[in-house]
């Protein structure tokens, strides 16, 4: 089980303005390839993405209060 971020500083309503002409491109390791392009079209898809990180079990619970704050900023 991966604990999912906090949203309320994702709020949808603060980026939904905010198309893109172009989508964001990373480079973001991908299905084992180290140097992976991850295309981003939408601010709704980036607000997807990041919901998708977080920390896995066994984590523990200082180190998982540190990382929250991390996202915030």
Excluded: C
């Excluded at 939904?16 to 140097?35: A, H, Q, Y």
């Excluded at 920390?55 to 523990?60: A, E, R, V, W």
Aim: charge should be negative; charged fraction near 20%.
């Amino acid at each position: 089980m991966v604990l999912m971020p906090n949203t309320e500083h994702l709020d949808l309503a603060l980026i939904s303005g905010l198309e893109r002409k172009d989508p964001l491109i990373l480079f973001w390791p991908t299905n084992g390839i180290p140097v992976g392009q991850l295309t981003i079209p939408t601010p709704q898809a980036w607000r997807e993405f990041v919901l998708s990180l977080g920390l896995p079990d066994g984590i523990p619970e200082i180190v998982r209060a540190k990382y929250q704050r991390a996202e915030m900023l």
